[in-house]
């Protein structure tokens, strides 16, 4: 049983299947091929408008391509002080920004309110001493499996806009965060604020699929040189876009996110009222965040479930995780089965049955 | 009839195979699965000596954190002034390398001699008016089609060492040289004194898949930070990993590019002879380059046959081009066929012969 | 009455003079001058060893080059959480450093200890998940005043040299701290374990004349080409030297930072006991930060006192700043007169006695 | 007698003057200073509008933010093949940039025709095989001792606006230039297209006063910031801001031009017509450039005159160099005298007319 990351599991038949049916034939290279022609209509039906695509290797790479499109090399760019930008990504976003300065903002769960970029706004100060503050980078979901409703994005991008930031999006795991919320791609994204995205298909049933999205063409503006100059323009571009053709095609992704949200719900469910357990943060998508004894947790990875701790700073502040306690991460996947996630209930309530 | 390049086919059936079989179960991500160590264990046998290795997304990524491997920002790195690295990369590895200088040395069909980097430090001026000289980098084969003997880089690596420099080398062709050579994969690299490699696999019958491999473990220290900040770490490596096992399973790298110059030399033995036509490089690996009218190119348009046109300032000095002729690159791969080639062949012919 | 900062006078009468002194004839350029020759001589004495010098324009520029000494593109600097380097050099750490992260730790008053460093090994994550930890800068004295003392110094190498750190010293106020400690250059640095020194001369007397010293020579290879491709080798260095020269000479510094050191010193003690304020930190070198009531900073502004307000968060944990309350930074510098503190003093002392 | 460059001696009378006189009494730091902002106002009425003018420390830094300025890292910069920017600043422009391409243009004696840079553009590949060209470099006067007239400069900038670059003069000899074109400020720079300028005192009798010009205002944003970063934001900048005063000052900064042209005149027509000896290219400001044998550059540096050998690649196509000949530089400042030049001359007649 492994709970530790969506990104363990391959691709869903679907989409593995359309990586092969991609294979034949000859095909323009570096994009220029009929499988990212496609994939360029499908986001626009997708987003409900015109939008500027760059497909990628990674989700780091996409995030750090996204950060620099927003933020020059002698500015600043704000996000949570423990979001995957600023903490999981190797100081990609600063090497591809050309060292410009991250500075991370406080927050319960990951998530930023207009109020905290405030008042560092009002903390600043002044003259040349800090480079200048020029976007905005959150996760939906964040690091924690919170996520942000539409009205909530708003509010940030109307911050953003009295400052004269820029709103960048980290979507990798912007189909669980979608299906979670119930609303439109476009409600969550451009009719909100947000100028640029980093869509996910990799955590979500594909192998390797990551794009780039722009709502703002300008800022899509000398983008094609930048993914060259980066190393993340695939001579073989279609490997990517014939897996994201499969993922957009029939909703495919909605499928397989509803899966993936659908066992964190019935694991959370599952978990709890057993006594000796809490959870650290609600579940909202794929991932769940008990707050366990080490002797559970030994017990668990005695049992065969795999999973691994997490970070504390961020929980709510009524949520204090005591001395022999850890935050565990599970996180489910469209492979993830009801009976996984039952057998994992089933040995956490055997040992809280313990005397 | 497609002789564009050698990237507008997808993989090899054997090589799309390994990656539907790569797919189920989960795995560790981030190059921590069977995979990843089942290819260090094929890399280390290949080279006949354990070796370094790093899967990238793209060849452009592996020259261009070879070459900030070897040369720091505060360097110059000297390559062929037609090179891939300084002409066709848009500047990937002056980015990777963090603002260093890349210095273009003259050398017909974009090979390199000892004379010509002896020249240049001849030149140099001291003082600390340039940036100083860390590397070399070398493609196997160049540009234009050609190959360094095992003789002539061990020749260009003892003038490295005379002048404190490492040495790359550029094998996107890598398996096509190989094959041409007729020598052992140690014999082409370290054992005649190179550094570091950029190995393709994208350009003969994989769909992606790339490394770099370091001959010198000094060189590769914390390179797996290097690589990770250059979203340059696939969360499913196994994707890259499965088609790099099958490429080398059985020697099936040699087989495809064994089949790719074959058709390679068939049609420059084809076009031989043919009146008003002259190859500007001699044939030594999967690339022809006729020179030829722009009456024959369009004649070739016509009939269906794609190539690009390719520069002319590394001919040799007694093959100049003439008002109305154009040098054109036509490159085979593991599916051109004999009768492809052979077709081609009769268009030029018949253009020939017209009154 | 301007406390603003010791960088808002211009030079010393000794140090001007050294400019004019220098001026006449032809000299080699770019460093090649008989003025930096005898610097070199002086720093080799004054540190009691040989060093290697390079003058720089800037403190920021002597900063974010010794950074980059110690701290490669892809590495982690440790610093002071509201250190010069991370706060106020607008990103010329990251810069120069080509993208590195700078992580800040916690610490009173500025200074950082050994435990803390601990701890934040403690808490990575391992991996590649956070660029390398490569480096140490600390400041000497804090931008709070604090200076560390040999002892601590020396613990601080040594917890560096536990985790493969390099340890960098802001010495913008070397002389104050060393005046304030009575120890030698040496003692100070290089036999306390320094690997680089930022030695500021600007703020004590000299108009612009900085340096980076490297205790560790092979630190210092290639430092000429970085210091250049900074734009930071002057072409007439001896502007530079003639300061350097006239600081050394005759221990002028000396001279320079007691007279700072005594004038900061009897601010500190008239302060003392006045009711209302108290002083934030110890006072140790030329700064002196009274937490004072928002009516006195008034009360003195209108009086003609110039001085900035600072920030409270590096403040011992049981010195709070009440809702009214501000902390101000008080400077002295060479020129700084007794009838100058004095008649501050009497400004508070007349505020506080009102009604 | 030092003819190696105008850098070698120190300020002039006035100018070091200037620096006593601004040092006394406190001034805001980072140029929130009163000679700073009479220079501002001073460099209005020199070009005759509104500009936006920096300060920097070297004329290196000067021309590698200004590269930036107009050059993103994802971007390629024309200049000269041969120079300043290219050769001589050790990377520093590249560094600025952010790793973005250098691409030297051919021509005579430093200058670029319109021509030469339509021709580039008609080589370039097309895709995203190429960094973007975004601007141009030139210097005036080049490093051959050569200048542009408004007429060429206008033509220049015309056909970078066809191309959509913006358009930098390296002006480290500016005042040279100006003198012998006997032409306005506002003439040789803005009315004739020119964006940004890097305007040199250094050379021109100034101990250390560079400045970044930008006539539009756009161009400018961010700058302080940028520079800051950069490390060039002097804390005490009226060092440099007092320098530039006097120098602009009665047009100081032409009378002293004025002299060193006059003797670069006199030092040309005094060598012409002496037999084995000739002018690579014309004198036009303070450079001569005699092509001499080795014999005679052994005669005079045993006579005592100090100058270096020079690039030859630029010379007119009818002025080869023999094999036992050298290309001299000599470099005339505001100190040098006609006893100097005319001593120098005699030098050269004296073994010219050795049998």
Known sequence: ????????????????????????????????????????????AFFEREVTA????????????????ICPPWGTLLTHRESHVIDDECGAPEFYMG????????????????ETID??????????????IKGLSIAQGTEFG?????????????????????????????????VALGCTPAEMTWKAGVDVLSLGG???????????IFFDPALAEDFRFKRKRAGQTLSKQRLISAQFEAFFDGDHWREL????????????KGLKGIP????????????VFPIVSQGLWDHLAAAGVKCIDWSETSLPSDSPVGEDEVVLRLVTSFVTTAADVDALIGHVKAYSAKP
């Open 99 to 114: 060292g410009a300065k991250i500075a991370g903002l406080p927050g319960m769960g990951g998530k930023i309110t207009p």
């Open 276 to 287: 000796g357990l809490r959870l650290g943060w609600d579940q909202q998508i794929n991932q």
């Open 1 to 44: 049983m492994n709970f530790i990351s969506d990104n363990v599991v391959g691709a869903s038949p679907k989409i593995l299947a359309a990586i092969a049916a991609a294979n034949d034939g000859a095909a323009g290279s570096y994009g220029a091929d009929a499988w990212t022609a496609r994939v360029e209509a499908q986001l626009n």
């Open 54 to 69: 760059f497909m990628v290797a990674t989700g780091t790479a996409a995030n750090a391509l996204a950060a620099a499109a």
């Open 146 to 178: 919170l996520i942000y409703s539409p009205a909530e994005i708003a509010a940030l991008a109307k911050t953003c806009r009295k400052h004269g930031l820029r709103l960048h999006m980290d979507g990798a795991r912007f189909s669980n965060a979608l």
């Open 202 to 212: 990799t955590k979500n049933g594909c192998l390797m699929a990551e794009a780039v």
């Open 257 to 268: 996110a509803t899966h993936a949200n659908a066992m964190a719900t019935r694991l959370a």
């Open 119 to 132: 008042i560092h706004f009002e903390n600043e100060p002044g003259g040349t001493r800090r480079p200048p």
